[in-house]
């Protein structure tokens, strides 16, 4: 909708928008969370999209006159003071290759924190980061994946830290964080998928997308990095980027983002060309 605001799809999302976020919409969603049971409900995975969500809301022409997240707003504060209880309780970061992942999201919500100057919640996102991570090294790259990941614990965790630290700390991070892969002695190879109608085995298409997305924002971190870390995240890319249309329900409701989420990546510094 915000990078071809005059075709038709735009319009479609916005009739979509226009009827998905609404204040009564929005208030049975504030209830749900309201039960003890259900406070922890997709922390933190949902709670990161949403964020995101109103993030890419706010950059939209269209959101002052249709009030967008205006409507979303009660929801997004209640996400952040979410947040803002839950990381300093957690002691420890859950570095799983799926939903719960804390560097995934720590790191769209600092899109949103930075995206609306929300500089309170941007230096708790950012000092929790660097508690979590940042005296780690070595992280064990030849492990990955496990069978059933969307997300690579040591490349999230590095894509956040791109976000963190300046470029001339992030280069010393990621020589000590993932010295094989700096020293280009290993040369990760995309996740291969058995069976694409299988929601679970189906999650290796998106790793492919995820580990690129995470590799662009490194590469344009750092020129120690960039050529390689690009080639291996383009040739994830054209591993699975063929089978996003016209998949299986199971891979066809969700890859799609993620695709885009790291062709927006590359593109935003380079051009892709394929």
């Known amino acids: ?21 609404s204040p009564e919409k929005i208030e049975k969603e504030l209830a749900y969370f309201e039960p003890k049971l259900e406070k922890s409900f997709e922390r933190t995975y949902g709670w990161a999209w949403l964020l995101k969500l109103h993030e890419a809301l706010s950059y939209s ?27 300093p309780k ?11 992942n804390t560097a995934f999201g720590i790191s769209l919500s ?16 950012k000092s ?15 492990w990955e994946p496990s069978g059933y990941d969307f997300l690579s614990p040591c490349l999230q965790e590095a894509e956040l830290m791109s976000k963190v630290l300046e470029e001339a700390e992030f280069e010393k991070w990621m020589k000590s964080f993932l010295p094989e892969l700096c020293k280009e002695k290993f040369i990760p190879d995309p996740g291969k998928v058995s069976d694409r109608t299988d929601g679970k085995l189906v999650h290796l298409d998106g790793l492919n997308f995820s580990r690129a997305q995470n590799l662009y924002a490194c ?4 020129g120690d990095f960039h050529d390689f870390f690009f080639e291996i995240a383009d040739n994830h890319i054209k591993t699975s980027i063929n089978y996003v249309i016209g998949s299986d329900y199971m891979g066809s409701h969700w890859l799609a983002t ?9 593109n935003e510094g380079d051009q892709y060309s394929e």
């Open 1 to 21: 909708m915000n990078r071809f605001p005059e075709s038709a799809l735009s319009a479609e999302i916005t009739a979509l928008f226009d009827k998905q976020f």
């Open 258 to 266: 993620f695709l885009v989420y790291a062709l927006i990546e590359r």
């Open 219 to 222: 590469g344009k971190m750092s």
């Open 61 to 87: 022409e269209k959101n002052e006159s249709h009030g967008w997240t205006k409507s979303l707003q009660p929801l997004t504060d209640f996400i952040v003071e979410s947040y803002k209880n839950f990381l």
């Open 90 to 100: 957690l002691v420890y970061p859950i570095r799983v290759g799926e939903h719960t």
């Open 110 to 125: 600092l899109d949103y924190a930075i995206g609306v100057n929300d500089t309170a919640f941007e230096n708790l996102l």
């Open 128 to 142: 929790s980061a660097r508690k979590y991570y940042y005296n780690d090294c070595k992280c064990p790259f030849t």
